[in-house]
């Protein structure tokens, strides 16, 4: 039988605590594998043509986008700096699907909308339980270490 004062493994905290962290998963995989690690290894040669959406020049562009796609993908996985990783994120694909996609068919920007609707999310929802930001900020909440502040 079912001891009333456990925690259910189906609880609603564990099923949207699932579903953010594989929301995380999804996007930051994909988005460090089929878009920052691309732009990461061939940065040499997109550096003098990348797109200059924001009038900063070539160079600035493509480290907004590294910054954006392969450091903010892994940090969303993560789940660490969450949040910021997914404004970062938010942004650089805001301005791909209204700036450089601008001229495409709506079919052809559903990419860019599925994974800025996806980093929007993480970025109202959070990361959830299940992220190094957690399990970071419970060990500064509990005064560092891992002990609690009040057994000292």
């Known amino acids: 039988m079912c001891d009333a004062g456990s925690v259910s493994v189906f609880s609603r905290e564990n099923v949207v605590?699932?579903?953010?962290?594989?929301?995380r998963l999804g996007v930051g995989v994909n988005v460090?594998?089929?878009?920052?690690?691309?732009?990461?290894?061939?940065?040499?040669?997109?550096?003098?043509?990348f797109p200059d959406r924001l009038g900063i020049g070539h160079r600035h562009s493509l480290m907004l986008a590294v910054a954006a796609e392969f450091v903010g993908g892994i940090l969303v996985t993560l789940g660490l700096a969450g949040r910021l990783a997914a404004l970062l994120l938010a942004f650089s694909l805001g301005l791909t699907l209204f700036s450089g996609e601008a001229g495409l068919p709506w079919r052809q920007r559903e990419?860019?909308?599925?994974?800025?609707t996806a980093s929007l999310a993480i970025l109202m929802l959070g990361c959830g339980r299940w992220a190094?930001?957690?399990?970071v900020w419970k060990r500064f909440r509990k005064g560092g270490g891992g002990t609690p502040a009040a057994k000292r």
Not at 17 to 23: D, I, K, P, Q, R
Not at 32 to 49: E, I, P
Not at 111 to 116: E, N
Not at 132 to 135: G, R, S, Y
């Open 17 to 23: 605590n699932l579903g953010l962290f594989l929301l």
């Open 111 to 116: 990419t860019t909308v599925l994974y800025l």
């Open 132 to 135: 190094l930001d957690a399990v």
């Open 32 to 49: 460090v594998l089929l878009h920052g690690l691309d732009k990461a290894r061939h940065y040499s040669q997109l550096v003098n043509s």
